[in-house]
């Protein structure tokens, strides 16, 4: 009975734990919009020069991975939570240069704003199948890890060729890629596989973002009016 009892405290405290995790995580998810914003907006206004082509592209990779890493090393601090949040600045200005191009057309706040609802649409139905689903997500991150690598190299390419049919196909790709990875990331916090809202913040982060520059590119290929 003894035993029964403390089997019970446990899983009522793992539960406690999961939960908190996971409220403590869309909480800083959603703070982590406000620099995101405003590093847009900054380059935006400022004009921020944005390096670009293959050394651009691995200054961004350079700097992006040195964040990652600087969050994940102080995760237990308040270091990083404002590494992460300095992170979110800088992915800001990255966007810049796609929100510009995107206001460009006369229909461009209408584009955004539908990125924005599909965005938001993609990560409130996913995140919940993952709250609630029995079924183990687990061996989807495989596959889109394979996924992640191969747009990387293709983009990359793409950066000598410029193919406007492989960009679009990129983004497609990106989409299911990183809703793929959304259902993964969100059933780990609930199974109480990822108990670190600050890594569970940046990874839901990475994955809202990368589905919204990826759906705004698609929209500006296919629907960008010029006129």
């Given amino acids: 009975m003894a035993n029964l009892e403390k089997t019970y405290q446990y899983a009522d405290g793992r539960a406690v734990t999961q939960n908190r ?10 703070l982590s919009m406000i620099p995101t914003v405003l590093g847009a907006a900054a380059g935006m206004t400022l004009g921020v020069p944005i390096p670009g082509g293959f050394l651009g592209a691995l200054l961004f990779l350079g700097i992006a991975f040195g964040f990652i890493w600087a969050i994940e090393k102080n995760k237990d601090s308040g270091l990083g939570v404002a590494l992460l949040l300095g992170f979110t600045f800088f992915m800001g200005l990255m966007l ?4 510009t191009r995107t206001l460009s057309f ?7 704003m539908l990125a924005f609802g599909g965005t938001a649409t993609i990560f409130a139905v996913l995140a919940s199948v993952a709250t609630v689903s029995k ?3 687990s061996g989807v991150a495989k596959f889109a890890m394979i996924g992640l690598v191969i747009i ?9 060729f410029a193919i406007p ?30 108990t670190n809202y600050i890594s569970a913040t940046l990874s839901l982060y990475l994955n809202v973002y990368n589905i ?16």
């Fill in 106 to 112: 006369a229909n461009g706040g209408t584009l955004i």
């Fill in 165 to 194: 049919a492989l960009t679009l196909t990129i983004s497609v790709l990106a989409i299911g890629i990183f809703s793929a990875f959304i259902l993964y990331d969100v059933q780990r916090i609930v199974n109480g596989g990822e």
């Fill in 96 to 99: 810049a240069p796609l929100l």
């Fill in 152 to 160: 990387i190299l293709a983009s990359l390419a793409n950066i000598f």
């Fill in 21 to 30: 995790v996971l409220r403590n995580t869309y909480w800083l998810l959603s």
């Fill in 212 to 227: 919204f520059s990826s759906l705004l590119s698609i929209l500006g290929f296919t629907s960008g009016d010029r006129d």
């Fill in 135 to 137: 079924r183990d997500f």
